[in-house]
């Protein structure tokens, strides 16, 4: 069964950094795509970074790019997402999923039902 967890949230003040972790267990995390989302109250889950499983390029949403920073470490099964210069409009619970690989592009893949996968989540708050 595939299972993924997410850690890492908290509370930060703007400017400051997070890094989410998502451990999978169940499947190795080498081949599949992987998938950063966010939800944040009143609003519809939106996509962050997607990582394409097939060749491990990498899309960032307009909103996060420059900041955030997704990554993969095939040893620990575990996929991060580094979040800097936190702003008080990234607070939402954040999601990680996973998916098998296919020819999508990283950027088409990166809509939530593009995933059958999910964690948990983890919340993210940006307040002073």
């Known amino acids: 069964q595939l299972q993924l967890v997410e850690s890492g949230g908290g509370l930060v003040q703007p400017g400051g950094s997070l890094r989410l972790s998502c451990a999978a267990s169940?499947?190795?995390?080498?081949?599949?795509?992987i998938g950063w989302f966010r939800q944040a109250p009143g609003k519809e889950r939106e996509g962050v970074s997607c990582?394409?499983?097939?060749?491990?390029?990498?899309y960032y949403a307009d909103f996060v790019k420059g900041r955030f920073t997704s990554s993969r470490d095939n040893a620990n099964n575990t996929v991060y997402l580094q979040m800097n210069s936190l702003k008080p409009e990234d607070t939402a619970v954040y999601y990680c999923?996973?998916?098998?690989?296919?020819?999508?592009?990283?950027?088409?893949?990166?809509?939530?039902?593009?995933?059958?996968?999910w964690g948990q989540g983890t919340q993210v708050t940006v307040s002073s």
């Open positions: 999923a996973a998916d098998f690989p296919d020819t999508a592009t990283a950027q088409a893949m990166c809509l939530p039902y593009y995933f059958n996968s």
């Open positions: 169940g499947f190795t995390l080498d081949y599949y795509s």
């Open positions: 990582i394409r499983g097939a060749d491990g390029t990498t």
